[in-house]
């Protein structure tokens, strides 16, 4: 692989992704802290339209006036919200020296035989190229079909309609404190839009769309899908996404208009210094359906419940949520149904594994308005526990006013027995090889959800984390 | 040919011995019966010799070909040849029976310095086990041992007998739970691949009636943790006969 070759695509694609020509260039990076100056700067930058700045700033006072939320995990007293740049000009990220990246990601990358562009990439410390051709043609493939797939800012200049008419009104900056703070200060993301009746065959994937921003800090990100449409959007990727930014506060929109179908498949490996606190909301229209494959194995603490309003008459709503919680992490996930139409189902299936002393909490809503009459609704939460220093808490909710309704919910507890282990080990299995083979069948209902490549990679992470964790 | 020996073996649970001097050299292609009634220590000493963390040896020996295993892992135990076929067999949820027998079988062929076995030479001789023990081939896509019957789990501990091909098995009460028709299955099916391996059997069993299937060279009591009585199969028609009774160790208290 030729270096100067690299450096030169680099070079060509960050010119081309931000439209910058030399005299245009300036050097951009705010100062620690929030301010609304800030929010100002960024706007600027980007040479966003008026609306998207008094968008912005109406959403920065939101966040000042919006306490932090009480609940959840203690880890989220440690956030120093004065100490993070809150916007970093792209090409200052990737002058991070691979030097500075910590030797367990290096080791990590290396026993999961990630390519080295893609390592740099990864790192955040160049670009990664290889997938652009493939990025390029599937593009070509998706413009004939009237698909739009750029990044949000992007979608901003180009399609300010499209982006007007949805943006916000799922999540709103009122939501939540988090999202009030990614509406101030969002950057990157992916807008998709899907025409009615188009069918996109393969899974969208963020990670082809070379963007250094599409892994940064705030990404806001919005799909729409047309009636009879259907999409498969996958975000993330199983190799640890390095960052020297500790806070990771995404928005994700999804609108589901009738008979349209949309899945939404995230591996979630943040390096073990990032504070993951995302706000994931779906619409289903009549008779849509929307899927969320959640999976969360990396970030020091990530709080994140994607949800569903079934808002018309047989739509249909599945969270399938997999967590995996190691030494100092805390998972806190799970997931959000609200039937508000007649004849609506929906399923929560949530996993995790603790362990070497890791939380993971379950934390799940389900609701059920007046006249949601026949809606349907199973909710099962397993935990699995690998030691005794590991913790798992459930905190499920349900508010159900309306009777004609059939509602299911169980959860359990299982710690890995000594008569399991003894049994696999004595069919010449080593103690490792037995627990991660217990691992993985606990979480093989799961597994089976997600894309071959992903769900073989997923496996190979899942026995990477499981090094050294017996014995 | 080889060659597993129990010298004298000790062993204790929660500090209250429970295995009190037990000796028994089992060749390659010998099947040893142990008889005795409940609570006399038959499958404690299947999990002794299989190496459950729980026990505690106190003193004494099991030696493999001349190497002691007394203080290995079960794992281990299980790469030099020994091979248990569990009186409860655990469930792994989720853990596809083939990729189980699969993935074990490979470990056992890496600790034996082998490579590992192609899939589809693999399957074809899963295959041709299965239709031995009159398996639906169906089972191999079933999550291991869940769900299964009492009856299907015995006869799948065979079929890992017969593709783990070990130097000794112990058969820890494999009849047990088993109706006329399946208990002839299994026991013809583990007496016909110990017969083809040259597989040394150690045949823990209540009852004689496993034994018309597979024949004993030779037949111990065993007792309040200790052999009482070794014979041949004279022993099981006298047990028959008698039942435990005149064999039963007296314990004074």
């Known amino acids: 692989m030729a270096t100067q070759q690299q450096q030169d695509i680099t070079s060509e694609l960050t010119d081309y992704r931000y439209g910058f020509h030399d005299e245009e260039k300036y050097e951009f990076k705010s100062g620690k802290g929030l301010t609304e100056e800030t929010v100002r700067m960024i706007s600027a930058y980007k040479k966003e339209p008026q609306w998207m700045l008094d968008f912005r700033l109406k959403a920065y006072k939101i966040y000042r006036e919006k306490p932090m939320p009480t609940w959840g995990s203690p880890f989220l007293q440690d956030i120093d919200f004065e100490n993070i740049h809150y916007y970093i000009k792209p090409t200052d990220r990737k002058s991070r020296n691979w030097e500075d990246v910590p030797a367990e990601i290096k080791s990590t990358f290396d026993k999961l035989g990630i390519p080295e562009a893609e390592r740099k990439f990864l790192a955040g410390v160049g670009a990664q190229y290889e997938s652009e051709t493939v990025y390029h043609s599937l593009q070509a493939h998706l413009e004939e079909k009237g698909v739009i797939f750029v990044d949000t800012d992007t979608a901003v200049q180009k399609y300010p309609e499209l982006v007007q008419k949805y943006f916000a009104t799922i999540v709103p900056p009122r939501d939540n404190k988090l999202a009030a703070l990614n509406s101030a200060v969002w950057s990157g993301g992916s807008f998709v839009y899907i025409p009615k009746g188009v069918h996109v065959e393969l899974p969208l994937q963020a990670y082809f769309r070379i963007n250094a921003e599409n892994a940064g800090q705030f990404e806001r990100t919005l799909i729409i899908a047309e009636e009879g449409s259907s999409v498969h959007y996958t975000e993330g990727c199983t190799a640890p996404i390095y960052a020297t930014d500790s806070l990771h506060s995404a928005v994700v929109e999804i609108i589901v208009h009738k008979d349209a179908r949309v899945q939404y498949t995230t591996v979630q490996n943040w390096s073990r210094n990032v504070f993951n606190l995302v706000t994931k909301r779906a619409v289903a229209h009549e008779n849509a359906t929307m899927m969320w494959l959640d999976c969360n194995i990396g970030s020091k603490l990530t709080m994140k419940y994607p949800s569903i309003y079934l808002m018309g008459k047989g739509a249909r709503g599945e969270i399938m949520s997999l967590a995996m919680a190691n030494k100092d992490q805390h998972q806190d996930a799970g997931g959000k149904i609200f039937h508000m139409a007649p004849d609506t189902s929906s399923v929560i299936n949530a996993k995790s594994v603790s362990l070497r002393g890791g939380r993971s909490s379950y934390r799940g809503m389900l609701q059920v308005a007046p006249g949601a009459e026949r809606s349907r609704s199973r909710v099962t939460c397993d935990a699995l526990l690998l030691d005794t220093q590991s913790a798992t808490d459930t905190y499920p909710t349900m508010q159900i006013d309306e009777n004609n309704v059939a509602i299911a919910h169980e959860a359990t507890v299982t710690k890995i027995s000594e008569e399991q282990l003894f049994y696999l080990m004595s069919r010449g299995l080593s103690e490792q090889e037995a627990s991660n083979m217990i691992v993985n069948g606990f979480l093989a209902p799961l597994i089976k959800e997600f894309p071959m490549e992903y769900a073989l990679e997923l496996n190979r992470l899942i026995a990477l984390e499981m090094e050294g964790s017996v014995g | ?253």
């Open chain 2, 1 to 253: 040919m080889s060659q597993l020996v129990i010298k004298n073996l000790h062993a204790s649970v929660d500090n209250k011995e429970i295995l009190k001097g037990i000796s028994l050299t089992v060749n390659s292609g010998e099947i040893h019966a142990i008889m005795g009634p409940n609570g006399s220590g038959k499958s404690t000493l299947c999990h002794i010799l299989m190496g459950h963390p729980k026990y505690t040896i106190t003193s004494g020996t099991i030696e493999l070909d001349g190497v002691s295993i007394t203080e290995m892992a079960p794992d281990q135990r299980a790469q030099l040849g020994l091979f248990l076929s569990f009186q409860y067999p655990q469930e792994i949820p989720g853990v596809k029976y083939t990729n189980f027998l699969r993935q074990a079988k490979n470990a056992l062929l890496a600790a034996a310095g082998q490579p590992a076995v192609k899939i589809p030479d693999f399957l074809k001789t899963l295959k041709e086990k299965i239709k031995m023990l009159k398996f639906p081939e169906d089972f191999l896509n079933r999550a291991v041992n869940e769900g299964f019957s009492g009856g299907e789990k015995k006869r799948a501990e065979i079929l890992q007998m017969a593709i783990f091909e070990p130097k000794f098995a112990i058969l820890d009460e494999t009849d047990s739970g088993l109706d006329v028709d399946a208990l002839k299955i299994v026991a013809k099916g583990a007496a016909s691949i110990a017969k083809e391996t040259q597989c040394g059997v150690l045949l823990i069993t209540h009852y004689q009636r496993i034994l018309n299937y597979i024949e004993p060279s030779f037949v111990h009591i065993m007792s309040e943790g200790r052999i009482v009585r070794s014979g041949s199969m004279d022993l099981v028609h006298e047990v028959e006969a008698k039942g435990y009774e005149p064999f039963l160790v007296t314990t004074t208290v």
